[in-house]
């Protein structure tokens, strides 16, 4: 196999060729991948159920922070116990040999929806996750810094990545992952095939190893980059992306310069998925309202502005929004919440995927949720380009049960 990448070129793209580490045959693949860890963080009986299934078996959920728990007490205690296990995952012959190469990753959701995406690893060094940066890869949503340092430690100490991060191209010629499902979407190129659980469907990666097909998608990257240099957008998990950009800085204080050029902090690992890619759906994110007097809440944020949709349990009604500086619904409205909270502090917000679960979780006397309209998901780059990084949580890549499972996996140090 011919591996003489062309490292001008992808790094002029910030693309890495990685080390990808994937369980042994011999593992349970469907009790070893587990949804991303901010997924389901007001249904704590989802990770419990997960925990019953994966008990005494190797799996992802044994060396993930599932952020339902980042509240609890024994905090330090959990963050050590992942780190141990990712060692002893490492030493034990958990992981097979490593694939230097990227992974074309199929998706297919309990729908029969395909998502498709690669697998890579981005520098680190070419994003930015601050307003009003240009940097070659871009946050899509604001980041909320309070949220990186509790991150910060599960990853500082940590041998091993799992990425549950999706970053966006702009593709409308398809020009870059899909001409890999004729030429590599194979039998002989099989690297895993399993169904996953909790209703996640199935997933499927072949391997992309060849130095020909490495250098036809980084030159097909480069013809995507924009005039001022934007070619990738942070769809999912743009916190954990922070965290790992985060970390990367604070090691490199220490490196030599041929370690800050070599060291495996410098990347992270993260599937690429085409915004035009039929099978990527955007969904909106709603807000979840706790501990709050309902009627005062909706008084303080009711105007003549934009309309929103407003449920408890199956009752709906729709009010008008204060006017606030923005263009979208979910900035106005989060906007007014951020204000709301800050007056009350007792009261609490959470972000729901799903109308179904916005609706069983708001059905309370203190409780409030709020339906959102679906971002359009062709209008994203261009958007952010203009207007920089949207509101958080404006947008979510499919509903829960549809997230990134945790499979690959990647020494950083």
């Given at each position: 196999m011919n591996n003489n990448f062309d490292t001008a070129l992808l790094e002029r793209v910030a693309l890495h060729v990685p080390d990808i580490l994937l369980p042994r045959s011999s593992i349970d693949l469907k009790k070893?991948?587990?949804?991303?860890?901010?997924q389901f963080t007001s249904e704590p009986e989802y990770w419990q159920e997960v925990e019953k299934i994966t008990e005494g078996v190797p799996s992802a959920f044994h060396i993930i922070f599932p952020e339902v728990y980042?509240?609890?007490?024994?905090?330090?205690d959990r963050i050590k116990c992942i780190n141990q296990t990712m060692q002893q995952y490492l030493d034990g012959g958990v992981f097979g040999d490593?694939?230097?190469?990227?992974?074309?990753?199929?998706?297919t959701m309990k729908n029969g929806t395909v998502r498709n995406g690669l697998m890579v690893a981005l520098d680190l060094e070419k994003y930015d996750f601050h307003a009003g940066c240009h940097a070659m890869i871009r946050a899509t949503e604001q980041t909320v810094m309070d949220r990186i340092p509790p991150r910060v430690q599960i990853r500082e100490f940590a041998p091993i990545e799992l990425p549950h991060v999706l970053v966006l191209i702009d593709d409308p010629e398809f020009s870059v992952i899909e001409p890999l499902l004729s030429s590599h979407a194979k039998d002989d190129r099989v690297a895993y095939d399993t169904d996953l659980m909790m209703d996640g469907g199935h997933l499927k990666g072949y391997c992309v190893d060849d130095s020909d097909t490495i250098h036809h998608i980084a030159s097909a990257l480069a013809k995507l980059m924009k005039p001022d240099g934007y070619l990738y957008a942070v769809g999912d998990g743009n916190h954990s992306l922070a965290t790992a950009k985060q970390?990367?800085?604070?090691?490199?204080?220490?490196?030599?310069?041929?370690?800050?050029?070599?060291?495996?902090?410098?990347?992270?690992?993260?599937?690429l998925n085409n915004v035009h890619d039929q099978g990527l759906v955007f969904e909106p994110i709603h807000r979840l309202i706790f501990q709050a007097d309902i009627e005062d809440l909706i008084a303080y944020i009711s105007g003549d502005g934009h309309e929103v949709q407003v449920v408890q349990g199956s009752s709906n009604r729709t009010i008008r929004l204060k006017d606030r500086p923005g263009q979208l619904t979910v900035g106005i409205l989060q906007t007014l919440l951020d204000e709301y909270i800050e007056k009350h502090p007792k009261v609490k917000i959470d972000y729901i995927h799903g109308e179904n679960s916005l609706r069983k979780l708001s059905n309370a006397e203190d409780r409030l949720g709020f339906l959102l309209p679906v971002l359009c998901k062709s209008d994203l780059f261009k958007t952010v380009a203009i207007d920089g990084a949207l509101p958080r949580k404006t947008f979510s890549m499919?509903?829960?049960?549809?997230?990134?499972?945790?499979f690959e996996s990647r020494k950083i140090r």
């Open positions: 070893w991948a587990v949804v991303a860890c901010d980042l509240e609890d007490a024994d905090k330090k490593p694939l230097q190469g990227f992974i074309l990753v199929q998706r970390c990367w800085d604070n090691l490199k204080k220490s490196l030599s310069k041929e370690e800050l050029a070599n060291h495996p902090a410098r990347y992270a690992l993260v599937e499919g509903e829960a049960e549809e997230k990134r499972y945790y």
